[in-house]
């Protein structure tokens, strides 16, 4: 029994050593950009993201960003939802529900710490945006919802290997460019992207440990 616990507990220890250090280096940034709110650094990615624009490189950045928008992003995840519900998985569709929490949190932060969006002065505005501009909202909301999908076809076995590959890939590619695609439309500074990425991971955290925790407690349920 003990040699059972001990890997564990060491792994327990591991992931709350690393939530930890993300939250940590999440508020040390934060703290950053409220009394620092522009950035050399921040320009030169801007500058060198949008150099080699296009009317195509616009359409493709904008289409890769389309989930992040409202309404889109609300109903992109009600029906994946409706889809996993449908499906019999509905322990699932519970838990990718829960993703739109984030909404709330992001818009609680973004106005805490107040920074104002990328003007034209220093970049290309392919996309006006409301609200503030730190952190990245679409990097946050991709970062939690496509990474829960992608947790969630690592773990359920009667999906098939195909729909796993199809969701797996398409998630994760939209994971890598949605920051990308952020600064390149003017929509974020780089350290805005840094940010969501950050609150994507740390929310991402107690999404994925509460689903595994109510899942062990219920085996019987169909999953």
Request: proline share 4%.
């Amino acid at each position: 029994m003990k040699n059972y616990l001990l890997p564990m507990l060491l792994k327990r220890n591991t992931l709350l050593l690393l939530l930890t250090l993300l939250i940590a280096m999440f508020i040390a940034l934060s703290i950053f950009i409220n009394f620092h709110p522009l950035l050399p650094l921040d320009i030169k990615a801007s500058v060198f993201m949008q150099q080699y624009h296009s009317n195509f490189m616009d359409k493709i950045m904008l289409a890769i960003s389309f989930f992040g928008e409202l309404p889109y992003s609300l109903l992109s995840v009600v029906i994946v939802a409706l889809i996993f519900y449908y499906y019999k998985y509905k322990r699932e569709a519970y838990f990718i529900s829960a993703t739109l929490i984030s909404g709330l949190i992001i818009l609680g932060v973004k106005n805490i710490i107040n920074r104002p969006r990328p003007t034209s002065f220093y970049v290309r505005l392919v996309e006006v945006n409301r609200f503030q501009s730190y952190p990245s909202g679409h990097v946050l909301s991709y970062i939690l919802f496509f990474g829960f999908l992608i947790i969630l076809m690592n773990t359920l076995k009667t999906v098939s290997k195909t729909t796993k590959n199809i969701v797996t890939y398409i998630s994760a590619f939209l994971m890598i460019t949605i920051s990308f695609s952020r600064i390149y439309l003017g929509a974020h500074w780089f350290t805005d992207t840094v940010g969501g990425f950050l609150l994507g991971l740390i929310c991402l955290f107690p999404l994925t440990y509460y689903y595994f925790k109510f899942k062990k407690e219920t085996p019987k349920e169909k999953n």
